[in-house]
């Protein structure tokens, strides 16, 4: 393993590589096929038993009701993503997964444990209880972090950093959170069926509140905690083998903590869950709020810090690296591209900030010692990719760093300025002298003056 990058190579250096026959079970077509076998299978069985438990009304309004807060967390996880945008198909699984997968393994576990304990107990009300306290934490969050560990084991090189493991496991929880609402709020409106109730007072409200005003960010709280661990592990050598398992499971079980105090939040009387919503949910979502928002800025001045040794070796324009490290000059640059190339235009530049991106932390991580053995490999490649590009790319960057560069600032003269534009007025001063004196009073005391 490389303890350190080399000097990044010239454009006109060749570059090498041989390409390697993969297994027929290797192939993308056969894992892709079977990976959407699994959760179209499992998306068709959780529909089937949410809609046995709601009824058809009921599924259609809890339906409604939940898909409500889901744009606007796909729409944080995404601006959290923007600095390097991993591959829509990383989070169109996770998504799926928290949907299908990871609800269809919670509602049999969950729904096998309480029934076990309940018989061996013969105590309905203490199972109901053990069940939403111990086992659900652990079944859910452990069925949420295995969409997480799948991404970090099969796409290593989309999971770098923190933000990568935040944005997983936050989709994935936001799925879950999804599929799970429909059910709880299909099932309050069948209870309002039954008992006559309707408008403020009613089960479905109450539930909505709750579930959907108050705590939309729940679910996605307690896994992104998982995704911390994971994106930590990330950043680990391949060296550090107990801390790259160490840090996922620490993680695992802060989501597992939280989680079941959230959910045990109801049995510590009447004003038991705002004390818990008060005291521990908002203060942690602020503080992971901060967090992800402080990584995120760390990962421009990242940008800004390692891409000026490409544009020392030829391979960026010295005005790049700036640009790239700040995302409202690239948000003018894909605008520049756009109105002057069109869609394809704006689509390169957009793919050609996400590989300098990837190229920045690539070698960020070799001067730490943490890149792999591929390095070199994987360096060429994002090289390779920044060059088919270039032609769109450049011009259009090259404008959004003029137009994003900070202002010089002007130093006012010592001495005054008179007129519109700061020269004096035709036959000012009289006499041929400065009414306030000379702008240099050393010059007029120099007694070797002429």
Known sequence: MASSPPRPTHPGEAFGGTLRHAHWWQRPWVRYGALITLLALSGLVILALVREQTGTRGFLVGLGLAVLPVPLLLAAFRWLDRVEPGPWRNLLFSFAWGACAAALIAIVANSFATQWIATATADPAGADTLGATVIAPVVEESAKAAAVLLVFLFRRRDFTGILDGVVIAGVTATGFAFTE???????????????????????????????????????????????????????????????????????????????????????????????????????????????????????????????????????????????????RARRIARQYARRYGGRPAARAVAQYEAYATSLAFLRHRGRRGRA??????????????LWHRRGAARPALEHAARVTA??????????????????????YPPSGHLPYGHPYPAYDTNTYRP
């Open 372 to 385: 792999g053995t591929d390095f070199v490999t994987r360096e060429r490649e994002l090289l390779l990719e």
């Open 181 to 327: 609402n429909i059910l709880y709020l299909g099932t309050a409106f069948g209870t309002d069926q039954l008992t006559g109730d309707s408008g403020m007072a009613s089960v479905t409200a109450a539930t909505f509140f709750v579930r959907i005003v108050m705590s939309p960010f729940a679910h996605p709280l307690f896994t992104v905690l998982t995704g911390i661990g994971f994106g930590i592990a990330a950043l680990s050598t391949e060296r550090q083998r107990i801390r790259r398992v160490l840090l996922p499971l620490g993680g695992l079980l802060l989501a597992m903590g939280m989680h079941a105090l959230w959910n045990g939040s109801s049995t510590l009387g009447q004003y038991g869950f705002f004390a818990v919503y008060a005291a521990f949910m908002v203060p942690t979502f602020g503080l992971l709020t901060w967090l992800v928002v402080w990584t995120r800025q760390r990962e421009l001045r990242t940008v800004r810090a390692e891409l000026p040794a490409y544009a020392v070796a030829g391979w960026l324009t010295p005005a790049e690296p700036f640009a790239l490290g700040s995302m």
């Open 406 to 427: 900070p202002a010089v600032p002007v130093v006012a003269a010592p001495w005054p300025v008179h007129g519109a534009q700061g020269y004096p007025p035709q036959g």
